[in-house]
């Protein structure tokens, strides 16, 4: 798996935009941290040091990037210490994005940044640029989310709103079906003047997020959602989680335009993992339509310990 590579990937999302410069600067501090790794490695062990310092500086960039994409706020003006207790305190970062930016600054960051007689080894250089190269990963993940979310807002202010008559009597269920139908209808537009007919799954989950908190705003709405698995050591992460009043819903998506009826099978056994860990009896699997924003709906019903558990499939319709 070439980290950097990926990077570079979902650095291309804000190619153009106001995010541009930010964003390539800290994918720049990594590869210029990339080569001191190999200068290293070549003889010059010195360089191992300067792999962490970059390091580090991708790692204050990113931070300052983040802080103003995911919070709207300038960041020029503060620091990145403020940063970081901002950050801790307020819950802005997903549970997988602060696992790795607690691990990053406690074990990399403040260590070399305290101590200016440290000196590092090949093999904490790479652990350095590793840990900072996940963190950037996943962190740009919940910035590109944050972006597809805005951009949903902003162009559905310009369409006028249309209400589901007899809304109210229905179940949440009934209801998430009906807005990923209609949502499903307006895929296809995402992807005009693209190379390829797609848009990311990022990007489908902030659009998403902002069709339903824009169509029915009495939906709370949770992406990313926790659940802890039978042991409570680890965790599964499911896209969605839709709640109204007692009634939760939850939704994982998969994004794919091959294998359609493999990747069917198996995201329903995913879900229904999900379904039996959390207690939650309703879950829908959502394939986003890419062509022509038309889809099939097909209800599963798995009983599993005297237990059924209702699944909902939505996918493109196969001509």
């Given amino acids: 798996m070439d980290l950097l590579k990926l990077i570079k990937e979902k650095a291309e999302y804000f190619s153009g935009s106001e995010d541009d410069i ?5 994918v720049s501090h990594i590869e210029i941290a990339e080569r001191h790794f190999d200068g290293g ?3 010059d062990d010195y360089l191992f040091n300067d792999v962490i310092y970059r390091s580090n500086q991708a790692f204050e960039g990113a931070l300052k990037e983040a802080y103003r994409i995911i919070t709207g706020n300038d960041s020029n003006r503060i620091t990145p210490h403020k940063i970081e207790q901002h950050f801790e305190k307020n819950s802005v970062l997903k549970d997988r994005v602060l696992q790795l930016f607690t691990n990053y600054r406690t074990e990399w960051r403040n260590k070399s940044t305290h101590d200016y007689k440290l000196y590092f080894s090949e093999q904490e250089a790479f652990l350095g640029i590793v840990n900072i190269s996940a963190f950037v990963n996943i962190l740009f993940d ?4 944050k972006r597809a979310y805005e951009k949903e807002k902003e162009d559905l202010k310009s369409k006028p709103k249309n209400p589901k008559p007899g809304a109210a009597s229905k179940s949440l269920f009934e209801r ?6 209609d949502f499903s209808l307006e895929i296809p537009n995402k992807t005009v003047g693209t190379t390829l007919p797609r848009i990311t799954e990022l ?8 069709y339903i ?3 029915a705003d009495d939906i709370e709405v949770f992406t990313e959602y926790a659940i802890m698995r039978n042991n409570n050591m680890k965790k599964y992460y499911a896209d969605f989680l839709l709640q109204l009043n007692e009634e939760k819903v939850i939704i994982e998506i998969k994004n794919t335009i091959r294998n359609q009826n493999r ?3 198996s995201g329903t056994d995913q879900l229904l993992n999900y379904l039996t860990a959390s207690a939650i009896t309703k879950g829908i699997l959502f394939i986003p339509p890419i062509r022509d924003g038309v889809v099939e709906i097909k209800k599963v019903i798995k009983e599993i310990g005297g237990i059924n558990y209702e ?7 196969v001509n």
Avoid at 203 to 210: C, F, M, Q, W
Avoid at 311 to 317: D, E, F, R, S
């Fill in 176 to 181: 998430i079906i009906e807005l990923l139908k």
């Fill in 213 to 215: 908190n824009e169509s």
């Fill in 41 to 43: 490695k070549a003889g």
């Fill in 263 to 265: 990747i069917l099978s």
């Fill in 203 to 210: 990007e489908l989950i902030g659009s998403l997020t902002a």
């Fill in 142 to 145: 919940q910035m590109i989310e």
């Fill in 311 to 317: 699944i909902v499939q939505v996918y493109p319709m």
């Fill in 22 to 26: 930010g964003i390539t600067s800290v």
